[in-house]
DNA sequence: ACAGCATAAACAGTATACGAATTTAAGGTC
DNA sequence: GACCTTAAATTCGTATACTGTTTATGCTGT
């Protein structure tokens, strides 16, 4: 028998509603209201509440006076965060890269021709995908497990800012050359040339957002 | 009027039961029960069960089948928030460093010389209050809030470590040294000195821990 | 005495209900 | 028509009640 442990509603609505945020599902209009979503699961409020402020503890949603939305993310947040994946990452990925399975090297291949084919057809969805996929599949292979889910949860917010940025050409070209580069490095498994590499990808990031930053400021008066 | 947030209840135990956790006042062997925790503050399970799964969720807790109990570390997972440490907590001093105002200073230093009057008590207790006091100063001061939050979230972890290594009279002695030049590099508010010197903070609180376990392995089969 | 089963106790999850706070809407006054 | 007052609606926080599951207890038979 599988032994199912169990889910219970809030874990369920939990689940659910965390996909659809780190899917980009939702818009900052949606208000998140418990009694609605309770209705649309035929169940009461308590489990949508416990899974909602659950959410918004660990800063997936916020909460307002008028139900829950996406949080708004400051610039000085922003930066906050490109800090701490400057910490991170370049030393999460090399550990990474000891222990990527081939499987894992295979499906970063996919991923990164997936990517490469979007400089012809200009699918910046498709881009946007395949990029989680590649942060998605090395990410799953990181061996020490605090250090993952400390990278997790600002996963939300990379996801809002990448997806304002990729509307740059010059951005989109950036991403995919280091996409490739990145298989490489990974299949390399030299640790040394993996932590320089995604520092160096964390850093095209920072540049990218922060010249969408200056030119939407001065755009917009 | 000082125009009070309108505190709930569900907040008030929040932050009473992480006070108590982090002052290290709850044991493994205590049970924390909704329903026996609601009749000591005259409300209801609700709050007190909103507060015991937030808390829960941040890994202060641990939630079993029987009550919430303080959470096992493994021995893995002690290493791997030790990884993570070194990674973060230097640079956030350093950061902190460019940010302490005198009034910090202040409170550091008398943190530092409670500490240093331990040498000749003993009072194992007393250390363990002043480094807490010396860490939370440094901490409040650094300006990357998401970084401090990420900090914070393992700092409960921390003191567990620390307690237990702290009976050996080698590391109370290395501790209260580190202590000390740790004022004197925050003072002199040389970031690179600051980064420096905390990396060798959290190095030797490691190898402390390494010692601690494998004389406990040795002794206990 | 002990294995096995039945029963009760304890506890978490969920449901329903009520009250308080705050926003939105409406109505009235100048 | 602008502004203030008041009423209604919305939504959250808390209370109480119920249910199901897991752990502890006790009973029975051999």
Redesign the interface.
Known sequence: MPNQPKRHIKDVIYDEYLGRIQRGELTHEDRLVDTTVAAEFNVSRMPVR?AF??LA??GYLASSTRGFTLPELTHR?IL??F??RR??EP?AAALAAYALTDEDLASLEHAVDLSESTIASGDIALLFNASEMIRRTWLSAVP????RD?IL??MAQIQAVRMATLHDTASQRTLVSLHRQMLTVFSSRKGVDVELLILRFVLAGEESYLRAHNTRAETAP
């Open positions: 416990d402020m659950r503890h660990e947040q906050e965060i800090e701490l910490l991170l030393r020490n497990i605090e250090l400390t949860r600002y």
